[in-house]
Every structure is written in structure tokens, then in C-alpha cells.
């Protein structure tokens, strides 16, 4: 099940957005992956609190995961972060729509994504920029649906694993086979390893222990539920918001031995010689 199950705002559209290392950055990756994919982690939510600090000034709410490799099962460092299209201004305590195809421009987010991570990446003591690297960088947004659908999208990327079994079609002593759809033909292609490259293929994409794959910011983290409800009622429409009434707690009820009436307790007399 998806941590964020419980964090779901479903009345929203969603939107997918991914930012990707380039190719000059799987050596930091390969060697040196923990450091790098926190380093990833805070760089994009710094990005976008960032973006919703300075354009929106109110609150966004976001899940990100991470994902390793690409459909050729090569190593390929990426971030996919889910968000509702909206943003909640706490001081009005009012919900805003975004722009249906929107919510961030994706050229200005990559601009910002690059500069800030070859700034966090040259700070950091463990890890070191390459000799080179390219100007652009990418970041892709799309519409992923409402709701269910979207954590439906994005739990393709949880619970699939690095490969399924029906995708090996061919194995034995020596090589092992398996299909992969390519991202430019969209036709299915087979790759055939040796069964060694084919394994240290798959474990590399282990995590180091301790990191985790996915992580909530904003109002859809863990303890920010009270805030989840108050935008759910937002979207709700009011003449079809039912609020319970108050119920009053029962109160003890004794009746008369004799006559079967609701006595009234008038006092308690305690017999201090039997206590004693």
C-alpha cells in the first residue's frame, strides 16, 4: 500500500512531475548513492516550496518517489512527484485551483532545478560535480488524473519491482533475456545479459539502508491531517455537508427497589466504622 494512502486529497486533479539527472551524474549514483538521492530528495522539495513560496505564497502538498532506472533497466537517477492542481492559503483559509495544464512552467522549474542542485552537490563533503555536465536539464509535467487514478499511476512505480518474471522470456546457465518497451519506438525490444551483469543489474538498484523511496511534504504529510480535513471540507459543497450533532454522553440511571421510579442521588454517606 502507497505511505500515502491516508494523504490523498481525491476531489483534485493531479499531476505527474519528474525530475531527472543527466547521464554525466550515474557514476555519483553507482557509487556514492545515498548521498546524492538525499541530495536529490532536498533539492526538489526545496524547489518547489520555493516555486509555491514566491508565485502562489500559500501551501502545496506533494509526494515524491524515487526511481532508479530506465525501461532498459539501465541506471537512471529520477524523482516523480505527484501534487494536486491547487494550492491552500492559510491566511484566507481558502482553496485555490491552479491552471488545468499547469501549475508550475516545467522550463523554469528545470533552470531552477540544475542551478540548485549542482550548488548542493558542490557543497556537499561527499560527493563532487563531474568534469562536465550539459546547460539543460529536464523536467517533465503531465496530468495524471484525479484521485485514485494518480496513486494508481504512481504506485507503478512502487510495487513493480526493477523487473517482473513475465518480462524474462529467456534464461539458463550462461545469458538471460527479457523484454522492455523502448521510450522512442514504443515497440517492444529484448536485451540479453549475462546472467552476472544481469544480477549486478538488478541489485544495484537496491537502496542503501535506512533511505526511503518515497517521502510526503506539505499538507500531505503524516501529521498534517487536521489540514487535509479542512481542504476536504472546502471542496465539499456545504448543502451536502452533513455535520453529526453533538451527542451527550448517558448518564448513570438507578430505579426504586419499590416503586420502579428513577431515584435522585441526593448524597453519599460513608460509614467510617466499617472502614476502619
Known amino acids: 500500500m502507497v505511505t500515502t494512502t491516508t494523504a490523498k ?4 486533479h493531479y499531476f505527474m ?14 557509487y556514492q548513492p545515498k548521498a546524492l538521492y538525499q541530495t536529490m530528495f ?4 526545496n524547489v518547489l516550496k520555493g516555486f509555491a513560496k514566491r508565485q502562489l505564497k500559500a501551501d502545496i502538498g506533494f509526494t515524491m518517489v524515487l526511481h532508479t532506472h530506465n525501461r532498459r533497466r539501465d541506471l537512471h537517477p529520477h524523482i516523480h512527484v505527484v501534487m494536486p492542481c491547487g494550492y491552500y492559503d492559510a491566511d484566507k ?7 488545468k495544464h499547469f501549475l508550475f512552467n516545467e522550463f523554469t522549474l528545470a533552470q531552477v532545478w540544475r542551478a540548485q542542485m549542482l550548488d548542493a552537490i558542490n557543497k556537499h563533503a561527499q ?4 568534469a562536465k555536465y550539459p546547460k539543460k536539464w529536464v523536467v ?3 496530468k495524471v488524473g484525479f484521485g485514485e487514478k494518480a496513486y494508481q499511476y504512481l504506485s507503478r ?4 519491482g526493477v523487473i517482473s518474471d513475465k518480462d524474462i522470456i529467456n534464461y539458463d546457465n550462461n545469458t538471460v533475456t527479457f523484454k522492455y518497451q523502448d521510450s522512442q519506438t514504443k515497440k517492444t525490444a529484448t536485451r540479453t545479459l549475462p546472467v552476472l551483469k544481469f544480477l549486478w543489474l538488478i541489485l544495484q538498484y537496491v537502496l542503501p ?6 517521502r510526503d511534504c506539505g499538507y500531505l504529510r503524516g501529521n498534517a491531517g487536521k489540514l487535509r480535513q479542512r481542504i476536504q471540507i472546502l471542496l465539499i459543497n456545504t448543502k451536502d455537508w452533513i455535520i453529526p450533532e453533538k451527542q451527550e454522553k448517558p448518564k448513570a440511571i438507578r430505579l426504586c427497589p419499590c416503586c420502579q421510579h428513577e431515584m435522585l442521588c441526593m448524597g453519599v454517606i460513608i460509614n467510617l466504622a466499617r472502614t476502619n
Open 127 to 130: 560527493i563532487s560535480l563531474p
Open 209 to 214: 539502508k535506512g533511505l526511503q523511496r518515497v
Open 9 to 12: 486529497i481525491t476531489a483534485l
Open 17 to 30: 512531475v519528474t525530475f531527472t539527472l543527466p547521464f554525466e551524474f550515474r557514476t555519483l549514483a553507482r
Open 157 to 160: 512505480y512502487l510495487y513493480r
Open 93 to 99: 483559509n481558502q482553496w485555490h485551483k491552479g491552471n
Open 140 to 142: 517533465d509535467c503531465r
Open 42 to 45: 532536498k533539492v526538489v522539495s
